[in-house]
């Protein structure tokens, strides 16, 4: 009886579970809202956006006229407005992936960085103390971790790793996990922490490596590799990130941190040759630039306790994974070419003009 309790929760109203989920026209926000309407055929998701350069509507109009989704445009710092929204739709659980997201945007301008990623983060949990929750879940990252040494394979991270964080980026999401844990400890209120490692697929902004490989690549641009190439990432595939996230909400246990991994380190110049090498291109189109500041050497995580507890392993194999992200790019090159005709050409230039 017990079991079958924790699997099926309702609303305090008795009404079907409702999940506000933040950030849900980015990458892995709009992957989870997939995700979860497929597998729970009566869960309502209200995705809040503020629609930045990285938030697109155009990735949700598949279920744009879903009748258990809803979008509101809004910004997580709008305390008026957050307020005005949990009023009105008394969620069960929040789940927030909205963040800026990009380490070298956060080197250019730190301060929207400290304003989404700390402050947004604690007015959605003043909501949640003003009007209740059952969960409030934080999208976190292994970048807390800081980075570990190339010559050392043994480490790994694990969620008693001290936070020693390296960007402005990721020195925002540690800061937003302390409030989050503090706001467990303090209000008692029931969150739980997930910290990932890097994820690729469908729906992923070109500004990141993945899909900056492969969109370069099939517009025979050259390929900006940092450094010498040699930075080693722990590739996840996104579909995995949005399983280990559902059972964490349903089956984690609240005020727990829990590292998600792919146990797929990779250098990036093998991501790259390897995306190259799928779509026939030669690997001259590599250019090694300058490197990025205060550049991170290598994250590796080690999954042991959502494994233990929650049964969760990356089911995806890279090789696999890398094949369908690649399809999906080819397929729709209608999403990626509006992005990267628009203001993107001004990032792009900036960025990578004089490297
Ligand atoms: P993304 O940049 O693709 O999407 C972020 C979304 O948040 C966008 O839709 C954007 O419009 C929205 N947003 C930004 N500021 C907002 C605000 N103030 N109010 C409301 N919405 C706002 O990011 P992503 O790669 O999907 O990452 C999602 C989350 O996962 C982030 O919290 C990130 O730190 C974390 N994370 C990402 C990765 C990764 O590999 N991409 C790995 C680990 C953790
Ligand atoms: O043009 C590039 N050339 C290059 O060599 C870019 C954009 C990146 N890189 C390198 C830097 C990193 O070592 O590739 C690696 C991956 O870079 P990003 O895709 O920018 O990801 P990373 O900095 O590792 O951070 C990502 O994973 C953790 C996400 O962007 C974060 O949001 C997440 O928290």
């Keep these: 009886m017990a079991l079958l309790l924790k699997k099926i929760i309702y ?52 279920i744009m006229d879903n009748h ?11 305390r008026a407005g957050i307020y005005q929204l949990f009023e009105e739709e008394l969620p069960s659980m929040v789940v927030n992936f909205a963040a800026e997201s990009h380490v070298d945007r ?12 700390i402050m947004g983060t604690a007015v959605l949990m003043d909501a949640c103390r003003k009007y209740g929750i059952q969960r409030y879940h934080q999208i976190s990252t292994d970048e807390v971790y800081g980075d570990l ?17 390296s960007s402005p980026y990721s020195s925002s999401k540690a800061a937003a996990d302390l409030l ?63 399983k280990a996230i559902d059972l964490i909400l349903h089956q984690g246990r609240v005020g727990e941190v829990y590292n998600i991994g792919g146990h797929n380190e990779m250098s990036n110049i093998d991501v790259v040759k390897t995306i190259c090498n799928r779509l026939g291109k030669s ?15 290598r994250y590796a995580i080690d999954s042991t306790k959502i494994q233990n507890e929650l ?26 070419e509006t992005i990267i005709s628009g ?11 004089d490297r």
């Design 343 to 353: 203001e993107y050409r001004n990032y792009y230039k900036k960025m990578y003009g």
């Design 149 to 165: 040494p190339l010559n050392r394979p043994d480490l790994l991270f694990t969620e008693e790793t001290p936070i020693q964080a």
């Design 11 to 62: 609303r305090k109203d008795g009404g079907v579970m409702k999940i506000i989920v933040t950030g849900g026209a980015g990458f892995i926000g709009s992957n989870f809202i997939f995700y979860m309407l497929k597998k729970y055929p009566d869960y309502e998701i209200i995705c809040v956006d503020k629609l930045t350069y990285a938030g697109n509507l155009s990735t949700l109009k598949g």
């Design 106 to 117: 956060s080197i250019e301008n730190p301060s929207v960085f400290l304003e989404t990623n």
């Design 283 to 297: 690997h001259s189109s590599i250019a090694y630039v300058t490197d990025r500041k205060g550049h991170d050497m």
């Design 180 to 242: 989050v844990l503090a706001y467990h400890r303090t209000y008692e209120l029931p969150v739980s922490v997930s910290r990932c490692s890097n994820n690729y697929g469908p729906y992923h902004f070109p500004e990141k490596l993945i899909p900056l490989v492969i969109v370069n690549a099939l517009n025979d641009k050259p390929i900006p590799v940092y450094g010498t190439g040699e930075n080693v990432r722990d590739w996840l595939y996104v579909d995995d990130h949005c």
């Design 68 to 78: 258990r989704f809803r979008f509101v445009k809004l910004d997580i710092c709008d």
């Design 311 to 336: 049964g969760w392993f990356p089911e995806t194999r890279f090789s696999e994974g890398i094949q369908k992200t690649i399809q999906w790019y080819l397929e729709n090159k209608d999403w990626w």
